[in-house]
């Protein structure tokens, strides 16, 4: 008990602390103390310095420096970033609904519902050739639907899977100048049973490939299957592809004029097994051969 009493004493024990002058050792000053009031002096100033370090932390721009307690909305880099994102979900957006709208038109129906699925064989590339590539006189029907199409006398159902009148689709591709996008022997011709939508013409290496009407360019990139691969979209609702390109000449956007090069023919992508053209004609969404339209020998 005596031992505790002591220690508390030592806490209020009074000392003298004194500043004398170094030369002539004369008492500037003096002053006393205990070693409470020490702690308590330590203890002060501790605080007040923890409390003004807080103060400048959250009423101050330093809180930026404190995670989670920075407002985005100042820091400029962070929001120069946040504008770029939106950008890209903005971009990425709409190149989804194009990538889709694209493969409607290629494909002549929406991809993601099965039941708008229409034949691999247009009936605009069955006109005299005797094979309907359907079955039953509704879907033949079906398919006249909406074109321009003389009428049919026979009452024969045979018959009338034989007959197609010439549609205003095709009219209107023979009306027009098409400009052969590279001259030469054809080494495939359009087949869309087997799933060839275009023709592929031999050319020598590095031959310039030319627009065969005016347009704008929707794609121009690379592909595994077709390598370098340009798209243009024409009036008359006309779309042409050219593939396997060694070098693409033109960019999505770019305007191109009627003959003016937009490749060089290339043996590039996995179905290439030589430098040629792949050359696709499409129109309303449906392929057409190119070659009963365009003289490329």
Do not use: C
Not at 15 to 33: F, G, M, P, W
Not at 124 to 146: C, I, N, W, Y
Not at 266 to 273: A, C, L, M, P
């Amino acid at each position: 008990m005596s031992q505790q009493i002591a220690k508390t004493n030592k806490w209020k024990d009074l000392y003298r602390l004194v500043i004398l002058r170094e030369d002539t050792l004369e008492e500037v000053s003096s002053y006393k103390l205990t070693l409470l009031n020490i702690y308590i002096a330590l203890s002060s100033i501790l605080v007040l310095v923890s409390l003004i370090v807080v103060l400048l932390i959250f009423f101050t721009p330093l809180k930026k420096l404190v995670p989670g307690y920075g407002d985005p909305s100042e820091d400029k880099a962070y929001m120069e970033l946040y504008r770029k994102v939106q950008d890209m979900e903005k971009q990425l957006t709409a190149y989804q609904i194009y990538t889709a709208n694209f493969r409607k038109m290629i494909m002549g129906y929406d991809t993601s519902n099965a039941e708008n699925e229409r034949p691999s064989v247009p009936p605009l590339e069955l006109v005299g050739t005797g094979e309907s590539g359907r079955t039953g006189e509704t879907e033949m029907e079906e398919d006249l639907k909406g074109a321009d199409v003389a009428p049919l006398e026979q009452s024969d159902t045979a018959d009338r899977k034989i007959v197609y009148a010439q549609t205003s689709n095709a009219n209107t591709l023979h009306n027009l100048y098409l400009i052969p996008p590279v001259t030469g022997s054809l080494s495939s011709t359009f087949n869309a049973e087997i799933g060839h939508f275009g023709v592929d013409i031999l050319a020598p290496k590095d031959t310039p490939v030319k627009s065969i009407l005016d347009g704008y360019v929707i794609t121009s990139d690379w592909t595994l299957e077709t390598g370098n691969t340009i798209g243009i979209q024409h009036r008359n609702d006309l779309v042409t592809f050219y593939k396997h390109n060694a070098v693409l000449l033109k960019k999505v956007g770019d305007y191109v004029p009627a003959g003016e090069a937009i490749a060089l023919v290339g043996n590039t992508g996995k179905f290439s097994t030589g430098p040629h053209l792949h050359f696709e004609l499409w129109q309303n969404g449906v392929p057409v051969d190119p070659a009963r339209y365009i003289k490329f020998e």
